[in-house]
């Protein structure tokens, strides 16, 4: 079982920026893949970003691409993601969530097993 408590949300200005945090429990974190997704009000869950365990190569959505950078530190449990230049449209309850799978697509919900409790994010005008 892993656990995963988000934090770091908040209320930023556009143009500016946050850095969201989601620490897991659990002594082999280093073997999650790792994402993020966001939730809008009225729309669906999509994804925003990931990284995989090993190579730690790293995915993001187009729509986040150049802004937003994911990261993990193995030594703390911890992967965070840091959003730069936001926008009105990124305001969302962003969650965090893990996959101790071989082989998945990291851009897909039902890739991952465990999910954060989400945090909210919202970015003004």
């Known amino acids: 079982q892993v656990q995963l408590v988000e934090s770091g949300g908040g209320l930023a200005q556009a143009g500016g920026s946050l850095r969201l945090s989601c620490a897991a429990s659990g002594r082999t974190f280093s073997s999650y893949h790792m994402g993020w997704f966001r939730q809008a009000p009225g729309k669906e869950r999509d994804f925003v970003a990931a990284?995989?365990?090993?190579?730690?190569?790293?995915y993001d959505a187009g729509s986040v691409q150049g802004r937003f950078t994911i990261s993990r530190d193995n030594a703390k449990n911890t992967v965070y993601l840091q959003m730069n230049s936001l926008k009105p449209e990124d305001t969302a309850v962003y969650y965090c969530?893990?996959?101790?799978?071989?082989?998945?697509?990291?851009?897909?919900?039902?890739?991952?097993?465990?999910w954060g409790q989400g945090t909210q994010v919202t970015v003004s005008s």
């Open positions: 969530s893990a996959s101790g799978r071989w082989g998945i697509s990291v851009y897909y919900e039902r890739s991952y097993d465990y």
């Open positions: 990284i995989r365990w090993g190579d730690d190569n790293t």
